[in-house]
């Protein structure tokens, strides 16, 4: 009975390898009956191998009278086709993937079905949780009115890009984007060679962030250029990319304004020194009139004194000289314009300051010193805005002295380095003091410890020396009065300046 | 009273104001001296010889106001013309009350500055001439003895010898003899100019009491 012999063994065989498979396989008659189940379709469902055949399959596994309306089984044995289908298994919370293949004899007709079901719950899981994120990823791209879009390394061709780019271009280009647009096609031809370089930057030096102005002139943007990479491959270039040009705008307001506050604040200021200025101005004047008067006097006499005569021209020519630098000084102060930064040295802006103040020191009798540490290094600045600074704290002081009797009048000026990089102004006096509560709010605009103050000095000059991108302080000394300071970035060795 | 020139003194703060100021002056043939502040001034004492002070009100240290007072308590004080810039009220009124004998506004003219100057020399001389004058008054007043001086001024009030005899106590007679040594040491001829010396000098009057 050899060939009895290879039967069995062939039906060993052939049921070791029906267990062997890890997804549940199951013969169905056309009944949905199971004729035959394996050992994973057992221990899927928790019962024994045996108990299976002779069992409707919806029975087992839906627990229902008839096959559901997505069942492969169904539609195999209707098309007599494969069939497939997700089908989830509410009693155990677990999604099958079903493949359902008919069985036919050589008539053609079907004899059951090969029901093959795995279990893709996790698979399932993971896809979607990536779906979800993909989604997420979308919505936060969309959620902005920022552009955000990237473009292949090669040619620069659009990948993705938001609604945000979309908008921008179909409002200020009247340009449909598509992907794979390269900027020939999005561009002005003027513009692309500037992005070109953009996006060649980041290639070669990573992330770098840059402001943009459209070649119409028109839009002012704030662009964030990165590499997209996967591993160590560069597969693209991400911009970011904020439309700022409205903020541009009322940051540009807002420093006119700056200016002319501060040229109110200095108008105001020179109003306070008026008859200082007056006297500035008299004392050339006077000695020029006197000097010709003399003049004229010795070219009467006999011999006319020509030599003394000589001396006298070259005095006129000298005071005519200070006097037109007194009112350069005036013009300079009352102009109202915008900042200059040019490099200076502290010390000169604080000899001129005092020498402005010069009448004022004496007739208020001051006494002012003025201590510069030797070697500092030179600031950028605006002359003109740094002397108002200045004026404004030493006017200030010595307002603070006013009832000091004469020889407690003393004002110190100091320049000195505060660090390496930083030189620092104080201007101290001995005056009253700020009160505690006061020291906080003194830089507010509109706040004056003055009964006649406008309390726009010290708010004036915070924002000028903010301008400069240094500091101010107010304390008061451990002695009497109290000490205004501000800090300015020093200069280094001369860089680059990159417009 | 010294036989020198007048001299007038100059103070300024600004060298170059000052030496204009000091060249127009010597032109107008005048002795000049400068000084940078109001304590070189005062150290130089310069009441010592005839002449006047042109004076910058604005200046560091004691400001010209402040010099005024010392200079005007000084033994001779000389004139002042004060320069002062425009506009400078408060200052102005001050000074003409501390008895400023100009006040000029800078820039100033030739035809302002030295006809003031000129003014204030004269007035130098006058009040230099007077002081002296009351100084030889004074002299003569301090040779009366007690009892002529309680006399002078009973005789130029206008009483009689007899009233002044009975008042004092005294014989009409030697009444009438301290009367006769006080208008000789006194130099005066008659009662008017007794008078006018009484008051010069400051003399009360008995009535005024």
């Known amino acids: ?499 | 009273m010294k036989e020198t020139r007048p001299v007038v003194h100059v103070v300024d703060d600004d060298v170059s104001f000052r030496t204009a100021v000091l060249r127009l002056l010597r032109a107008a043939g005048h002795e000049t001296r400068g000084y940078g502040s109001a304590a070189e001034l005062l150290a130089a004492e310069p009441g010592q010889s005839p002449g006047c002070i042109v004076l910058d009100v604005r200046m560091p240290g004691a400001s010209g106001l402040d010099l005024q007072k010392a200079l005007a308590a000084a033994e001779e004080p000389l004139p002042i013309v004060f320069l002062t810039g425009h506009g400078d009220i408060p200052a102005t009124v001050q000074a003409m009350k501390a008895g400023a004998v100009d006040f000029l506004t800078k820039p100033v003219e030739r035809g302002v500055l030295l006809p003031a100057v000129e003014g204030a020399l004269a007035r130098d001389v006058r009040a230099r001439t007077e002081r002296t004058r009351l100084r030889e008054l004074r002299a003569r007043y301090d040779t009366l003895t007690p009892r002529e001086a309680e006399v002078l001024p009973l005789v130029v009030s206008g009483l009689l010898n007899k009233q002044i005899a009975a008042g004092l106590g005294l014989a009409e007679r030697t009444v009438k003899a301290h009367r006769a040594r006080v208008m000789e040491k006194m130099r005066v001829e008659s009662l008017a100019d007794l008078v006018r010396m009484a008051s010069q000098l400051g003399l009360q009057k008995p009535g005024d009491r």
């Open chain 1, 1 to 499: 009975m050899n060939q009895a012999t290879d039967y069995l063994a062939m039906a060993r065989e052939w049921q070791a390898t029906f267990d062997a498979i890890q997804d549940a396989v199951m013969i169905l008659d056309p009944d949905y009956r199971i004729v035959r189940a394996n050992t994973a379709t057992a221990s899927f469902l928790g019962v024994p191998p045996d108990s299976l055949v002779g069992a409707r399959c919806h029975q087992l596994f839906h627990g229902k009278d008839c096959p559901n309306e997505g069942c492969p089984s169904r539609a195999a044995l209707r098309s007599n086709r494969h069939e497939e289908a997700e089908v989830f298994i509410e009693a155990k919370g677990v999604w099958l993937h079903v493949s359902s293949d008919p069985i036919l004899d050589a008539a053609g007709s079907v004899t059951g079905i090969v029901h093959t079901a795995r279990d893709i719950t996790e698979r399932k899981a993971a896809r979607n949780a990536l779906i979800e994120s993909q989604a997420q990823l979308l919505a936060l791209v969309e959620s902005t009115l920022d552009m955000i879009w990237c473009v292949d390394p090669k040619r620069f061709g659009l990948m993705m890009f938001n609604t945000g780019l979309k908008d921008y271009f179909q409002q200020h280009r009247g340009i449909q984007i598509e992907p794979g647009m390269t900027p020939d096609q999005l561009l002005p031809k003027r513009s692309t060679a500037q992005w070109r370089a953009f996006y060649r930057r980041a290639l070669r030096e990573g992330p770098f962030v840059t402001e943009y102005v459209t070649t119409s002139e028109t839009h002012v943007l704030l662009l964030s250029l990165s590499p997209l990479m996967r591993g160590a491959e560069v597969f693209g270039i991400s911009v970011f990319g904020r439309d700022i040009t409205a903020l541009r705008k009322s940051e540009n307001q807002l420093q006119q304004l700056h200016e002319r506050l501060a040229h109110a604040a200095r108008v105001s200021a020179l109003g306070q020194l008026t008859s200082a200025l007056a006297h500035e101005l008299n004392q050339p004047l006077g000695a020029i009139l006197t000097n010709a008067d003399a003049a004229e006097l010795l070219l009467q006499s006999t011999p006319p004194a020509l030599k003394e005569v000589r001396s006298i021209l070259a005095d006129i020519r000298k005071d005519n000289q200070r006097a037109s630098e007194v009112i350069q000084r005036l013009r300079r102060l009352l102009k109202r314009r915008e900042l200059q930064m040019v490099p200076l040295r502290i010390e000169e802006i604080i000899q001129e300051t005092v020498a402005l103040l010069r009448s004022e020191i004496a007739s208020r009798k001051v006494s002012v010193r003025v201590e510069v540490t030797t070697g500092l290094p030179p600031v950028a600045g605006d002359r003109v805005h740094l002397e108002q600074v200045l004026l404004n704290l030493m006017v200030n002081g010595m307002d603070a002295m006013d009832a000091n009797p004469p020889e407690a009048r003393r004002l110190v000026v100091r320049a000195s380095h505060s660090d390496e990089r930083t030189v620092a102004v104080e201007v101290s006096d001995c005056g009253h003091g700020i009160p505690a509560d006061q020291l906080s709010r003194i830089f507010d605009p509109f706040h004056s410890t003055k009964r006649e103050g406008l309390g726009m000095g010290l708010a004036i000059s915070r924002t000028l020396i903010q301008a400069h991108g240094g500091g101010i302080e107010a304390h008061n000394n451990r002695g009497p009065g109290a000490t205004l300071r501000f800090t300015l970035p020093a200069l280094s060795a001369p860089e680059g300046e990159a417009g």
